[in-house]
């Protein structure tokens, strides 16, 4: 077996690790929920090397999450229920329905159309697919309502975001930012009393309605959430990283610095940094 630019090659290699005589112990005994979080974990490396424009990870971690999909492919083939071309054929039917302005005559020629037709089409598909799984004896999908395309298996702050942009479709939201700022002033001082009177569950909900705040306005002034967090988790790193290497520099370590001593230098690698932009 050799490496190649063939898809085919791969396909192969996998059925030669999912053989169950011959193929590699680990990779036979698997199943789509022990994949799972492996999938979900090339797809973040994946968004973590965009983020740090890093075009060689990037390519690698392509690769692993194309083989993410070719396994899971792979246990479907071998359970009998699709393979890997049904995969690639499923989604190139999906995106020429889904730009007949490209691929047809259509007269989306905005943003705005394109966006309107895309909700138009994907309607449509929900309704065909949900016809396909009662036709093979399948229950509905879970969910109904305005709200129930929105998957519950998304990241917490996914699911807000997206239960936030469906909401607004019909009208409930906010018409500015800066009422959200109220809202989340509220919402700090309901924890506040929550974190005063001990109640854990209390101060669980109101956190989670902090958070679901703080989405809404990252939503209004078109920043995503989830990559503001990134961006800071980063910048946590970063700064982070200056105590430790400062704090080894001076013969001193972690664990005997004092607060005062780590927040020092916390204030001086934000000091750097200002200088640096």
């Not at 995106?95 to 449509?124: C, N, S, Y």
């Not at 967090?229 to 946590?236: D, M, Q």
């Not at 430790?244 to 000091?271: I, N, V």
Request: hydrophobic share 40%.
């Amino acid at each position: 077996m050799e490496p190649s630019r063939d898809i085919q090659t791969l396909l192969d290699i996998m059925a030669a690790l999912r053989h169950p005589e011959t193929g590699c112990p680990w990779d036979i005994v698997q199943t789509f929920e022990t994949i799972k979080p492996y999938t979900l974990e090339e797809a973040y490396e994946v968004a973590d090397a965009i983020e740090r424009h890093d075009m060689d990870d990037l390519c690698d971690e392509l690769g692993d999450l194309l083989l993410q999909v070719v396994f899971h492919a792979r246990m479907a083939e071998e359970a009998g229920e699709f393979a890997f071309g049904d995969v690639v054929e499923a989604v190139t039917r999906k995106m020429i329905r889904r730009h007949p302005h490209v691929f047809a005559r259509a007269g989306a020629d905005t943003p705005e159309a394109v966006k309107l037709q895309w909700e138009e089409i994907k309607q449509a598909e929900k309704a065909d697919r949900q016809n396909r799984r009662l036709r093979r004896g399948l229950p509905e999908e879970a969910g109904s309502g305005h709200l129930g395309s929105i998957q519950r298996s998304f990241p917490a702050l996914v699911e807000a975001l997206k239960l936030q942009e469906r909401a607004a479709k019909v009208g409930f939201d906010w018409s500015e930012p800066e009422p959200i700022l109220d809202k989340i002033e509220e919402e700090v001082a309901e924890l506040r009393q929550a974190l005063h009177d001990g109640d854990r569950n209390k101060i669980a909900d109101e956190l989670g309605d902090l958070i679901f705040a703080l989405v809404n306005i990252g939503r209004h002034v078109g920043t995503d959430p989830e990559m503001a967090l990134r961006g800071t988790n980063t910048k946590f790193r970063r700064r982070f990283g200056h105590i430790e290497r400062e704090l080894k520099a001076g013969g001193e370590t972690l664990d005997a610095a004092s607060l005062e001593r780590m927040e020092e230098l916390w204030q001086a690698a934000k000091a750097i940094e200002r200088q640096l932009t």
